[in-house]
């Protein structure tokens, strides 16, 4: 399968906790996103990378929220000292730009779902 | 400030006949609009998409319909199949953002189709 994926399927951590998902994109993918969806609401853009480089943060992205792309392959999302407020779904997509201004399909992951107690 | 709105949670319709999903949106640099269809503990599937160049875009069960000037745009299965079941997503992007093509998604509509 070459579709998105993405590690782990289920986190469940105390609030303050530190934790880190994984998300490997379709392999010649040169775009990666990050999004966060809560229940009843649809996705919500968090941020995205054109290969290593992060180019966009939403305001949602509070500072404890870092994620990097290392070579432009596959990237993690860290979020430190958790909170209940992070409880959510986050997912990952990716998407081929063949030019700066494209318009393309986002493919996405199963997403990792995180509860914080 | 919702940039995109699907205004019925949910819709339930028979099987065989045609389901007609609905999506509105309010800033008009939107240029490319998406539909994915998500089921439970699964990441959304893209569907189909259409530009703001056309005005309808088909694609087997499947067609999208955009009135740029109503700023609307409507899903439209035909015929509708049990396995159609499923939170259906409207999204949309635009080039001024960064020209990163970010999502901005609506709230979703659940559509059941009864056998």
């Known amino acids: 399968d070459t579709g998105v994926s993405q590690d782990p399927r289920h986190k469940i951590t105390k609030r303050g906790q530190n934790v880190t998902f994984r998300c490997d994109p379709i392999?010649?993918?040169?775009?990666l996103y990050w999004y966060r969806q809560t229940l009843g609401q649809g996705p919500e853009f968090l941020t995205y990378f054109q290969n290593e480089a992060q180019l966009e943060k939403s305001r949602l992205l509070s500072d404890r929220f870092s994620a990097e792309r290392p070579k432009g392959s596959f990237s993690t999302l860290e979020i430190q000292r958790t909170e209940q407020g992070d409880s959510a779904m986050y997912l990952c997509?990716?998407?081929?730009?063949?030019?700066?201004?494209?318009?393309?399909?986002?493919?996405f992951g199963p997403g990792t779902r995180l509860l914080v107690l | 400030d919702q940039q995109v709105k699907q205004n019925s949670p949910s819709l339930s319709v028979q099987e065989g006949r045609i389901s007609i999903l609905n999506c509105d949106y309010t800033?008009?640099?939107?240029?490319?609009f998406l539909w994915y269809k998500k089921y439970p503990a699964e990441g959304p599937t893209f569907l189909i998409s259409?530009?703001?160049?056309?005005d309808k875009n088909e694609d087997g069960r499947f067609t999208v319909f955009l009135n740029k000037s109503a700023k609307h745009l409507s899903l439209h299965i035909v015929p509708s199949q049990p396995g159609d079941s499923a939170v259906y997503f409207c999204a949309a992007t635009a080039l001024i953002y960064n020209q990163g093509g970010k999502l901005i998604f609506g709230q979703g509509t659940e559509l059941s189709v009864k056998p």
């Open positions: 800033n008009s640099m939107f240029d490319y």
């Open positions: 392999s010649e993918h040169n775009r």
């Open positions: 997509a990716s998407s081929s730009s063949l030019f700066a201004g494209a318009t393309e399909t986002q493919y």
């Open positions: 259409i530009s703001s160049i056309k």
